[in-house]
């Protein structure tokens, strides 16, 4: 094809200005997928902090508030008869009733204040993990959360004072990670019997369903809100999965956003082809002239420079995709401080999608300056100095 | 094509510039039949119509007003690919300059138009057939025309010019950035190739080059005279 070697020869020739186009398509292409690299990862690792909730129905007392996020919670509280409508509308689902607050706590002369869970100590299995020790058998004892452990120091069998109760820990949990129902990781679970003992309360502050099919989330939510709500909005209820799915895409966007600005760094790049482009027409002006008069086609001239434009876009694409693994782990080991996710197809997809791009600008640079030289009147072409 | 059919036909021709201080006419009603085989020299003061009128006829530029006809074809007529085609297929351009193209080594620049017929890189044998005919040596083939002397250069264009056979060549000062001796070469091949038949028009200001044509046309202020 000798007008692809046209095309290579030119490069060649004009190395140290096609190095500069290209090192701007490296630099574009890179950005790009670093970008949406970083941007995915980001949605993959809060999606995995947060899926192992997604199985969720909450149920709060209905308090007002605004938009879909959970409600200012104030002194209202979900009772005794109200958990066994909620039983009763969830079928064989388990409910799990809550008791929230938080107090004082010290341990070893260390004081802070820590959020208290108090729940039946047979509902504790599903929704929590004892990862060492064991979990609560009487109304005595508290679990603690990994990162509470590891602030104060905690094992098992270590003593905590909470407001002026002192608890012996039974059992250290597993790190969950930020959850929509309850956030455990600093927190102590004791059992109901302890809290209403202490804290002489007999209604719960929050009620957590978890729904064994999950296709069935929306008819849970629908029966409980049939149950409850009929006459008055006594709970609110929310789907843990609803507000994952909502969090998610919030981040998909900021990750949209974030590929966006990498591409502006290629709309730079393709200015650069552009001008690269257009300064290869002006110098070759006489050689279209040539090539036009004995009998070279407007198109194949066109042919000619667009093939010039593609192979500095794949040059610089090629070079950029590669240097996109790199990129990509810079960015995430900064940003994220992990690369777990470096290698996901949902991430890779960034490469291949970057370099398209910057083939695709190339290209989209090089249109005019090729019509331009294809449109040119032979014979002042010739004429040319 | 019949031997009583010019092969060239210009029908009150006249090529006229639009220019802001006012029309110039390049070419002023100028009718001539070029017969196969012509040798013409055409030859005229600076500025009489000569690269106008050998531009109109190499179809690089569009008549005015009136007809031009090549090989029976009204140019007129014609889209802008079928005067390339044209230009590739039945015009070989010999140029003062030389005008090979840069990037091409010579024999790339040779084959070049036949490669844009053809959409073949193989000539089987045409290239060195041609090197020989028009007296280059094969060695220079991987060379860059810049490696070349302007007497090589020229003979490369004239190879060029003949590789896809076709019936005219049209010649702008082919000597014109050539010695004595070499210029002299250079007509005397161009002469052979007339002999074999290739209608030459030839643009000239030296009376010495002209005298190798047939018949000589003189252009004053766009008129043939």
Redesign the interface.
Known sequence: MIFFEFAKRSIRLHWLRSLLAVLGIVIGVMAISSMGILGNSLVLSVGEALSDVGDTVVVYPHAGGFGNGPPVQTDTVITGRQVQQIERAVGVNDVIPLHVSADRIEVGGEMGVVQVYGMDTADIPLLLEVTQGVYLRGASGALVGQMLAETYDLGVGSRITVGDQSLRVAGILTERGVGFDINPDRAVIVSDQWYRSVYGEADYDQVIVKVRNLEEIEEVKHDIDAALNRRETEVDIFDTRMILETILETFSTISTFTTAIGGISLVVAGVSIFNVQMMSVTERTREVGIIRSIGTRRREVMKMFLYEAFLLGFIGSAIGGILSFGGGYLALLVMLQDTTFLFAPSSLVYIPYGMLFGIGTSLISGVYPAWKAANLNPIEALRYE | MSTDQPIIRLDHVSKIYPLPFGDVTALDDVSLDVEPGAFIAVMGPSGSGKSTLL?VI?C??VPTKGDLFITGRNIGELS??EL??L???TLG?I?QQF??????TVR?NVE??L???TRR?ESEGLVEALTRRVGLEEELLPHKPSELSGGQQQRVAIA??LV?DPEILLCDEPTGNLDTKTGTLIMELLTEVNGQGKTIIMVTHDPRIAEYAHRTINLVDGKIV
């Open positions: 531009n190499g690089l530029d802008d690919d390339t085609d230009r590739r297929d351009f140029f005008n090979l193209i840069p990037l091409l790339e070049y138009p490669v844009l017929k890189r060029r010019a896809n």
